[in-house]
């Protein structure tokens, strides 16, 4: 099985029946994902993001479609699937009242594992995860930070090859999230795991994931690595100043012919979104000179995840998720939100 895909989906589904009215909140959803990929699931709320990894990790029935995960049918082998996977979703799972190492070892012998075994692996993530300093505090003594790091290591404490992360980072200060990022990078550098993730912080998509998939309205719209996405739908943002809007009026024609992509006039500035920006501005620069038409300013922002996604959609992912709640998951106010063990 080390050569198979570590997630095979085809087709797969979910409409769910809200007051008498069908909404399909995951539609013919397909792909694959290889073993050892850390892939990042972005969307605006409601697009179907949650939805797609309860389904996957079996937490609910998809309505239509197949999918293999870790080799077993989701339909037919939930046992299976939850077996060989860890799952931290949004909402701490740990019993409040329970000491961090005991639920570590609870959490063992949910999955069967022997009372020796179960020392053995939690000692071993308390050591990768530097818990040891509140090991034995009660799980509601924890800071946000510290919660997320041992919902991490409940949902490790099996060892699945494949860990599902939905929005992992959510409410954690900076730190806690550069802390969090940096456990999550160990697990792929230490135990080849793969993840499999959603984030609303598209910079940490950008800066970690190797492969970057968009879902918008239950659909996959974009699915390859960030900086091919940013390349091809978005472009670097070149915008240049000049003197008077005369200048810039005059110079509109000559960068749209050099950038062969539409511009924006505005006032005394230029504006337009081209791939390799930074071989193109100086070149514009240059041109705009032997025209006799002078460049106050010249600046090339790179494009972002954002950009990607207002390119596809015209919206921004964060506009597309702000007070969105006609398109929120429905399954959201009726399925659990359970960490690790998946009972």
């Known amino acids: 099985m080390a050569n198979e895909p570590i997630i095979e989906t085809?087709?797969?589904?979910?409409?769910?029946?809200?007051?008498?009215?069908?909404?399909?909140?995951?539609?013919?959803l397909s792909f694959t994902a290889e073993r050892g990929e850390l892939v990042a699931f972005l969307g605006p709320n409601g697009a179907g993001k949650s939805t797609s990894l309860r389904m996957l990790t079996t937490l609910i029935p998809p309505t239509a479609g197949t999918a293999r995960v870790v080799g077993h049918d989701i339909r037919s082998d939930a046992a299976g699937v939850r077996a060989r996977i860890g799952y931290v979703g949004q909402l701490t799972s740990g019993s409040f009242s329970q000491r961090v190492r005991d639920e570590l070892l609870s959490q063992g012998a949910f999955y069967g594992m022997s009372r020796r075994d179960s020392i053995r692996r939690a000692d071993e993530l308390i050591g990768s995860l530097d818990l040891g300093s509140f090991a034995t505090r009660t799980v509601q003594q924890l800071s946000g930070g510290q919660k997320r790091r041992l919902d991490i290591a409940l949902g490790l404490m099996h060892a699945p090859p494949l860990i599902f992360f939905d929005e992992p980072s959510t409410g954690l200060d900076p730190q806690s999230r550069a802390n969090l990022w940096e456990h999550i990078l160990d697990l792929r550098t230490q135990h080849g795991t793969t993840v499999f993730l959603t984030t609303h912080y598209l910079e940490e998509a950008d800066r970690y994931a190797e492969r970057v998939m968009v879902m918008d309205k239950g659909r996959i719209i974009a699915d390859d690595d960030a900086a091919s996405l940013k390349a091809t739908l978005a472009g670097d943002v070149l915008t240049f100043g000049f003197a008077t809007e005369a200048d810039g009026a005059a110079a509109r024609p000559v960068i749209a012919r050099l950038a062969a992509t539409e511009v924006t006039l505005d006032e005394d500035a230029v504006s337009l979104a081209a791939p390799d920006g930074d071989r193109l501005l100086p070149r514009i620069v240059r041109e705009l000179d032997a025209a006799g038409i002078l460049v106050r300013r010249a600046t090339g922002v790179p494009p972002t995840l954002d950009d990607v996604f207002l390119a596809l959609t015209g919206r921004t992912l964060r506009e597309?998720?702000?007070?969105?709640?006609?398109a929120s998951d429905p399954s959201d106010a009726t399925e659990s939100d359970k960490t690790g063990a998946l009972s």
């Open 10 to 28: 085809e087709g797969l589904s979910k409409v769910f029946t809200v007051k008498k009215s069908s909404v399909e909140a995951v539609t013919d």
């Open 320 to 326: 597309a998720g702000e007070g969105d709640s006609s």
